[in-house]
């Protein structure tokens, strides 16, 4: 007879063969990265283009991308105050405006789905 594993235990069993799998690999964390390249600049690539910008969204693609995100992370619809606090400030409104939603009971709903939907589990117990 088989035993039952009881809502979480298959998760954990998975979450500890990842673990152990992983155990031998050490990484430096990124910021220890030493670059690859030299700091002297090679003087035969003068001319070569540089790197682009980073992308900086204007206060309308911050709005539109924060009004998608809104709907998925914590379901409902922006607040007239996050309206306003991202058509005037931009990009610098996303970031604490993100922290702030991860508070919201809806968003811990939504990591709690994600993480049932990544383990293949809706609380039912497993077929023996």
Request: hydrophobic share 40%; aromatic share 6%; charged share 20%.
């Amino acid at each position: 007879m088989a035993a039952r594993v009881g809502r979480w235990g298959g998760a954990l069993g998975l979450f500890a063969i990842g673990l152990v799998g992983c155990g031998g690999h050490s990484r430096k964390p990124l910021g220890d990265a030493k670059p690859s390249v030299s700091a002297q600049p090679d003087p035969k690539q003068r001319d070569a283009p540089s790197a682009p910008a980073a992308f900086v969204p204007t206060p309308s693609q911050a709005l539109a991308y924060m009004q998608l995100l809104v709907k998925t992370l914590v379901a409902r619809s922006l607040t007239e105050a996050e309206e306003t606090e991202l058509s005037s400030d931009g990009q610098s409104a996303i970031t604490p405006m993100l922290r702030s939603w991860t508070k919201e009971d809806a968003f811990i709903e939504f990591a709690r789905q994600m993480i049932e939907l990544s383990l293949g589990g809706g609380g039912a117990e497993a077929e023996p």
